[in-house]
């Protein structure tokens, strides 16, 4: 079975640090997608990042970035230069592109931006 | 990305009712699902919305519990039947567009039942 794992359940940073957020992932697929989502107060679920699998290159969206290791089956996640607005609840999630694009989600980890 | 918007956003429900969640998007997307997510938990599929026939649903859910429709490519409604307490959570829709692999997610509808 295809599982995601996230190992923080919890974490507090200072604002202006960086901070890594780990996500392990298990399958025996080649084709898939990984991502993270931010889920702030608000509830609405705000994608933050995506990576292809066949891509080696890793994924940045300005403050963010992975660290992808493919063989590893991990998926960090880098904040940099944290800010207030960044404390939510983050998901990393799996995507086997070879069935119907349904998301495999782990538990979440609740990250707090201290001024 | 496509823009989803969700309705009602919130609802407080007495126990045995049933209600209807409406899910719109503003353009022809390819895949449409059901979320449930319970209070501090992650995201749990409930089904694929698919257009034009029945739902496929995942392992716990059935149709006579969460009928789900979806009559064209941009709307879709989850219902929620003879809810009982344990039914409040979180309900979003997510969509995968035509041109992407990517799912954007709902703003949610906000379940309370009594």
């Known amino acids: 079975a295809q599982t995601v794992t996230q190992s923080q359940p919890e974490m507090s940073v200072q604002e202006a640090e960086t901070v890594t957020l780990s996500c392990t992932y298990d399958?025996?697929?080649?084709?898939?997608?990984l991502f993270w989502y931010k889920q702030p107060p608000s509830r609405q679920m705000i994608l933050v990042i995506r990576?292809?699998?066949?891509?080696?290159q890793n994924a940045t969206e300005n403050r963010f970035s992975v660290n992808f290791q493919k063989a590893a089956k991990s998926f960090s996640l880098k904040i940099s230069d944290s800010q207030l607005g960044d404390t939510a609840m983050y998901f990393c999630?799996?995507?086997?592109?070879?069935?119907?694009?349904?998301?495999?989600f782990g538990k979440g980890t609740r990250l707090h931006i201290l001024p | 990305s496509a823009v989803i918007s969700q309705k009602p956003s919130r609802d407080i429900c007495q126990r045995g009712t049933s209600l209807t969640i409406q899910c719109q998007v503003d353009s022809q997307v390819t895949m449409m699902f059901w979320y449930r997510q319970q209070p501090g938990q992650s995201l749990t599929l409930i089904a694929t919305a698919n257009q034009g026939s029945e739902a496929t649903y995942e392992s716990g859910f059935v149709i006579d519990k969460f009928p789900i429709s979806r009559p064209n490519l941009t709307f879709s409604t989850l219902t929620v039947s003879n809810m009982s307490p344990e039914d409040s959570s979180i309900y979003l829709c997510?969509?995968?567009?035509?041109?992407?692999?990517?799912?954007?997610f709902g703003p949610g509808t906000r379940l309370l039942v009594l």
């Open positions: 997510s969509v995968v567009g035509l041109r992407q692999e990517t799912q954007y």
């Open positions: 399958t025996s697929e080649s084709n898939y997608y």
């Open positions: 990576q292809e699998a066949y891509k080696q």
């Open positions: 999630a799996f995507v086997d592109r070879n069935r119907d694009d349904k998301i495999i």
